[in-house]
């Protein structure tokens, strides 16, 4: 079923463009033997146009229709001896003369098309490439954190069950050893103590993830993620539409980390959209001035929405209602715009879909 739909997909630009080729070139002759414009002694530039317009929007293929139209049609019409297809030995310098030309015009305009064709491919990789970068940096930060944490909270917690079995042990049977258990209780305090401090350690160190503080302009910020999502947006057949503000202030931060968190919430409406069919796929990002020296940043999807149930658990770490997620997102981001003293919360809007706003303090 879907491989004649596909076929017809990939042929429908050619038959377009073979049908350019014979449009324009038609046109052209149209053009030159129209009695009031007067082009009947020097019609060539009209054929170089036609044959330059076909190259350029279909290639090699629908160009060399146009020449071949072209001098058909210059032959026939505009070189003794006229109304034949032959030509004049004398007048055999003028048609090679065009023919070249023609020949000449549709190459360079069919290879300059080619260039840009690998320069959007490129260009397109390469955001691709980035847009992976970003989340594989993501996950892997992730990734180690959690195993590291894991290591160091499981040493601990492996000597708390140990001596917690001894003391059992010590104060099981007819006289049970108190000073054996003491020591093994006292063991246990000190492992949970040690794995209270890693806890510890590990918030401290999350809290000191404002690296940088600098002057961010979040409209450029934001241009700069789009170039990102562009590529996953075209993906999932989504439109990004942006309401930027143009007197907007600078706030200050880690113009890194803020991305990220557009990114995240990006990232998400997009997914959230994905099985939509009934309504368009669109993305709007918002910034506004906010009241009380505020920048604000409006995310709005017209995706798949939250349930109460849901809308109660976004923010937890390691809640996801996706086959790939990780559940990170959405608490990392909130904990970034904390620690630039702003907040990350879901607002109401009308009709369908989520819309998420952060508010950051301006920069002074
Ligand atoms: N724009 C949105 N529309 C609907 N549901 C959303 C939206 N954003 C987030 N959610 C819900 O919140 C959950 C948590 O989002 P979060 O970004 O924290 O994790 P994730 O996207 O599942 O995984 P990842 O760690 O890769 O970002 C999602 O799985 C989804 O159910
Ligand atoms: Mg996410």
């Known amino acids: 079923?879907?491989?004649?739909?596909?076929?017809?997909?990939?042929?429908?630009?050619?038959?377009?463009?073979?049908?350019?080729?014979?449009l324009s070139t038609a046109a052209a002759?149209?053009?030159?033997?129209w009695p009031e414009v007067h082009l009947e002694s020097a019609p060539v530039s009209l054929f170089l146009c036609a044959v330059m317009l076909s190259a350029w929007l279909g290639g090699?293929?629908?160009?060399?229709?146009?020449?071949?139209?072209?001098?058909?049609?210059?032959?026939?019409?505009?070189?003794?001896?006229?109304?034949?297809?032959?030509?004049?030995?004398?007048?055999?310098?003028?048609?090679?003369?065009?023919?070249?030309?023609?020949?000449?015009?549709g190459s360079l305009?069919?290879?300059q098309r080619s260039s840009m064709q690998s320069l959007r491919k490129a260009e397109e990789a390469l955001r691709e490439t980035q847009a992976e970068l970003a989340h594989v940096t993501r996950v892997m930060t992730m990734g180690e954190l959690a195993a590291s944490i894991?290591?160091?909270?499981?040493?601990?917690?492996?000597?708390?069950?140990?001596?917690?079995?001894?003391?059992?042990?010590?104060?099981?049977?007819?006289?049970?050893?108190?000073?054996?258990?003491?020591?093994?209780?006292?063991?246990?305090?000190?492992?949970?103590?040690?794995?209270?401090?890693?806890?510890?350690?590990?918030?401290?160190?999350?809290?000191?993830?404002?690296?940088e503080s600098e002057r961010v302009d979040m409209n450029e910020a934001i241009r700069e993620v789009l170039a990102l999502a562009q590529a996953e947006a075209r993906r999932n057949k989504a439109a990004i539409r942006t309401e930027l503000a143009g007197d907007l202030p600078p706030v200050r931060g880690d113009?890194?980390?803020?991305?990220?968190?557009?990114?995240?919430?990006?990232?998400?409406?997009?997914?959230?959209?994905?099985?939509?069919?009934?309504r368009p796929r669109e993305l709007v990002i918002r910034t506004q001035t906010g009241e009380a020296h505020q920048v604000r940043v409006t995310v709005q999807d017209s995706g798949i929405g939250l349930d109460r149930q849901t809308l109660e658990r976004i923010f937890d770490a390691f809640y996801t209602t996706k086959p790939e997620g990780l559940g990170m997102g959405l608490s990392i981001s909130r904990s970034i715009v904390e620690n630039h003293a702003g907040r990350l919360s879901v607002v109401a809007h009308d009709g369908p879909g989520t819309t998420f706003q952060f508010a950051l303090p301006t920069y002074h």
């Open 60 to 105: 090699v293929g629908p160009g060399l229709l146009a020449t071949v139209l072209s001098a058909a049609a210059f032959a026939y019409h505009f070189v003794s001896p006229i109304h034949s297809l032959a030509v004049d030995s004398e007048q055999m310098p003028r048609f090679v003369v065009f023919v070249l030309a023609a020949v000449l015009v």
């Open 1 to 22: 079923m879907s491989e004649p739909r596909l076929l017809w997909r990939r042929n429908k630009p050619s038959i377009r463009n073979y049908t350019v080729a014979v």
């Open 255 to 278: 113009r890194v980390q803020l991305q990220q968190v557009v990114l995240n919430l990006v990232i998400n409406g997009i997914e959230a959209m994905s099985t939509v069919q009934d």
């Open 150 to 211: 894991a290591h160091e909270v499981n040493q601990p917690l492996a000597g708390v069950v140990l001596n917690g079995n001894a003391c059992l042990r010590w104060l099981a049977g007819e006289s049970p050893n108190l000073a054996e258990a003491r020591e093994a209780a006292q063991r246990i305090i000190r492992d949970g103590t040690r794995a209270s401090d890693i806890i510890s350690r590990v918030r401290a160190l999350a809290k000191k993830t404002v690296t």
């Open 109 to 111: 305009s069919a290879a």
């Open 29 to 33: 002759l149209g053009i030159a033997r």
